[in-house]
């Protein structure tokens, strides 16, 4: 248990359905990040929340939008996926997005899959 | 850019022996570097936190140096268990990013 909880674990979906996956830290941090890993690459960053404030957007496509209603949770919804996008999404959190932003602590990942 | 680099990609060893994991960073301007182990399927676990101050941070039977000069950093595992096995992921900040390696895949065979 690292403080940090995500559903749906797996997610299968058709190129034209809408979902959205859920991250909630129990931490009290103020910085929030979703990580996609695909097999063989580095984590890549799509975006980073910093008191709920979007300030990172990796150039993101458009069919993947996030959600920071408050510091403790975050959401990624999903539309008109591509069959490339199946992958590990991976949320995280940290005390603050800042130089020294301190320890990173990961959820557990949600396994997406796109038919 | 930063980029990190772990060699080698993968490592079998047997049970009981000591072992190191490498990491390299090309930008030794970094804030922390973050030590983590991934199980297949699974999230990742942070390890250990080394401070752009500190040289080495030990947790149980782990050991991480860091040599920011030199670009640097080691995972030592002593006395390797089955149970280490997973690959083992590092991670620098520079600036406000974390940049990863691609990570080591290790197996302990029992």
């Known amino acids: ?115 | 850019k930063q980029e990190v680099t772990q060699i080698p990609a993968a490592l079998s060893v047997p049970e009981g022996e000591n072992l190191v994991l490498n990491c390299s960073f090309t930008d030794s301007a970094i804030y922390n570097l973050q030590w983590f182990r991934q199980d297949p399927g699974k999230g990742l676990t942070s390890l250990l936190l080394i401070q752009s101050s500190q040289r080495e941070q030990t947790s149980g039977r782990l050991n991480a140096s860091l040599d920011k000069s030199s670009g640097r950093s080691t995972l030592y595992i002593a006395a390797s268990q089955p149970g280490d096995s997973a690959t083992y992921l590092c991670a620098v900040i520079t600036g406000n990013q974390f940049y990863f390696g691609t990570g080591t895949s290790l197996t302990v065979i029992p």
């Open chain 1, 1 to 115: 248990e690292t403080g940090v909880t995500q559903t749906p674990r797996h997610l299968v979906m058709g190129m034209t359905n809408k979902k959205s996956l859920k991250c909630e830290q129990h931490l009290g941090h103020n910085a929030m990040y979703w990580y996609k890993q695909s097999a063989k690459k580095p984590l890549e960053l799509m975006f980073v929340y910093n008191f709920k404030e979007q300030t990172e957007n990796n150039s993101v496509p458009s069919r993947f939008s996030p959600e920071c209603p408050n510091s403790s949770h975050l959401f990624l919804h999903l539309h008109t996926l591509q069959p490339e996008d199946s992958a590990l999404y991976l949320c995280a959190s940290s005390q603050v997005m800042t130089a020294n932003t301190g320890e990173l602590f990961f959820g557990e990942g949600s396994r997406l899959t796109v038919l």
